[in-house]
T-cell receptor, first 112, second 113 residues
Framework: TQLLEQSPQFLSIQEGENLTVYCNSS?????LQWYRQEPGEGPVLLVT?????EVKKLKRLTFQFGDARKDSSLHITAAQPGDTGLYLC????????????FGSGTQLTVLP | NAGVTQTPKFRVLKTGQSMTLLCAQD?????MYWYRQDPGMGLRLIHY???????AKGEVPDGYNVSRLKKQNFLLGLESAAPSQTSVYFC????????????FGQGTRLTVV
């Protein structure tokens, strides 16, 4: 069982649609990050959220950290084919900040 | 601007063979990590290091050993490879401090037959 569970595991949508990806855990995290990974490459950081209830926007992407700091969501508005990739959440638990744990990932495909 | 470099990029091993994967970073970051990535499993932490000469176990350490003799290098060893170790391996480094970004290498695709 992974510490961070992401849903859905796969998502295929048409260009222009909106979507939300979820990252859930029973543990509390001091911070949570979202990464995007393209084929043949390592993950690249999108955002870090650190405060319970925090909302961050990055162009068409909106990230939210849960009030209890156990979960997070990523919402994409008007998805584009360039958004296609594997989205991974990653958390550093309170007291174990140096052990960076990743979620199971959501594979997003945006069709033109 | 190399960042994090992993060698080799691809390798095929026979069951029972040994090998070492090398990760080198030129970012002067304190923390280094080895992950494996399997379909539907995201990234699972094998071992990590918070500084030169130190290592610690992650989620899935069995069958692997690591060493960090120099700050810039983190080695992952497989003493006796098994088919279950077929995976893509990623190395990452992280600067000490709060909320810092992990930088990854491009991965090593390992197949054990």
């Amino acid at each position: 069982t992974q510490l961070l569970e992401q849903s859905p595991q796969f998502l295929s949508i048409q260009e222009g649609e909106n979507l939300t990806v979820y990252c859930n855990s029973s543990s509390v995290f001091s911070s949570l990050q979202w990464y995007r990974q393209e084929p043949g490459e390592g993950p690249v950081l999108l955002v870090t959220v650190v405060t319970g209830g925090e909302v961050k926007k990055l162009k068409r992407l909106t990230f939210q950290f849960g009030d209890a700091r156990k979960d997070s969501s990523l919402h994409i508005t008007a998805a584009q084919p360039g958004d296609t990739g594997l989205y991974l959440c990653a958390g550093a638990r309170k007291g174990s900040a140096r052990q960076l744990t990743f979620g199971s990932g959501t594979q997003l495909t945006v069709l033109p | 601007n190399a960042g994090v470099t992993q060698t080799p990029k691809f390798r095929v091993l026979k069951t029972g063979q040994s090998m070492t994967l090398l990760c080198a970073q030129d970012m002067n970051h304190e923390y280094m990590y080895w992950y494996r990535q399997d379909p539907g499993m995201g990234l699972r932490l094998i071992h990590y290091s918070v500084g030169e000469g130190t290592t610690a176990k992650g989620e899935v350490p069995d069958g692997y050993n690591v060493s960090r003799l120099k700050k810039q290098n983190f080695l992952l060893g497989l003493e006796s490879a098994a088919p279950s170790q077929t995976s893509v391996y990623f190395c990452a480094c992280l600067r000490a401090g709060q909320y810092t970004e992990a930088f990854f290498g491009q991965g090593t695709r390992l197949t054990v037959v």
